[in-house]
């Protein structure tokens, strides 16, 4: 149990650094392709959920090798992690902003932050719970390709919708470079 604990904190920790890091990785490397999938090609709140999906990703995968063979729901915690982030941020952000009218940065990175520990808490406690039904591997499983999937597709095909829409250019997806 302290093992999986300490491993969540520094997986929110990790979570939290790399999301920062990338948040403006693509824009500072003049838009590189490579990184276009990874971190926010615009400001989109939809872009940007991005930086806690990936490195959330990366650090499960680590972690996988030290404590996923020890654990009986690895798959199921982590796949619960993916999507309470961007879920959180989403119900955060867009009730905030209703209630103000506008966004707040400092309220955007504790939006980020929050979610992030809801994450990985949630996680902590699935990964210490007698292991469930199967059936929630595979759909963990499931749910997280689906997840991964659709947050490329959508940089490249967002819909004309305002949560894919960069409010500073107006634009959806990745902006036109000259």
Not at 37 to 57: C, Q, Y
Not at 96 to 101: D, K, N, P, S
Not at 133 to 159: F, H, M, R, S
């Amino acid at each position: 149990m302290k093992k999986i604990l300490i491993w969540e904190a520094v997986g929110a920790l990790f979570i939290i650094i790399a999301g920062i890091l990338l948040h403006s990785a693509y824009e500072q490397s003049g838009g590189l392709a490579l990184l276009t999938p990874f971190g926010p090609v615009n400001e989109s709140v939809w872009e940007h959920l991005k930086i806690g999906i990936w490195p959330a990703t990366i650090f499960a995968l680590i972690e996988y090798f030290f404590i996923g063979k020890e654990t009986k729901n690895f798959v199921a915690a982590k796949a619960a992690c993916i999507y309470l982030i961007p879920a959180i941020i989403l119900a955060i952000y867009n009730n905030y902003t209703c209630v103000l009218g506008y966004n707040v940065l400092i309220l955007d990175i504790l939006t980020f932050i929050i979610a992030v520990i809801i994450g990985q808490a949630i996680s902590c406690y699935i990964l210490v719970s007698p292991e469930g039904d199967p059936v929630w591997k595979y759909l963990g499983a499931v749910t997280w390709v689906v997840i991964l999937t659709g947050i490329v597709w959508i940089t490249y095909y967002p819909p004309h919708l305002p949560v894919f829409r960069d409010p500073m250019s107006g634009v959806y997806g990745i902006p036109f470079r000259e």
